[in-house]
Nanobody, 127 residues
Framework: QEQLAESGGRLVQAGGSLRLTCAAS????????MSWFRQAPGKEREFVAS????????KYADSVKGRFIISRDNAKNTVYLQMDNVNPEDTAAYYC????????????????????WGQGTQVTVSS
């Protein structure tokens, strides 16, 4: 059964760092573009970052560019989101998602274009 499981969310102070992890049971894992989305209370789910199947291409939302880094380890079927210099506007539930296809480059795909989703992990940034 294909599954995604996020972990690493916690309470962190503004300016701090944390790393989210998404463990995938997708096979073959390297046939998927992987993305991170987030959703704050009362808001729509929004794109954060994506990474191409081979890890050589990444894409970020403007709001996190220069602060977050997405990476993947295909040998471990895992994708990461390193979050640095966080601020209260980063508070949200963070979701890992997978879109089938070896896209030539990372893309900001729509929510509906992702086949698999995790349950989410909560990140709360205090000021």
């Amino acid at each position: 059964q294909e599954q995604l499981a996020e972990s690493g969310g916690r309470l962190v102070q503004a300016g701090g760092s944390l790393r989210l992890t998404c463990a995938a049971s997708l096979r073959p894992f390297d046939s998927y573009l992987m993305s991170w989305f987030r959703q704050a209370p009362g808001k729509e789910r929004e794109f954060v970052a994506s990474i191409a199947w081979n890890g050589r291409s990444t894409k970020y939302a403007d709001s996190v560019k220069g602060r977050f880094i997405i990476s993947r380890d295909n040998a471990k079927n895992t994708v990461y989101l390193q979050m640095d210099n966080v601020n209260p506007e980063d508070t949200a539930a963070y979701y890992c998602a997978a879109a089938g296809g070896r896209f030539g480059s990372a893309q900001a795909l729509r929510v509906s274009e992702h086949t698999y989703w995790g349950q989410g992990t909560q990140v709360t940034v205090s000021s």
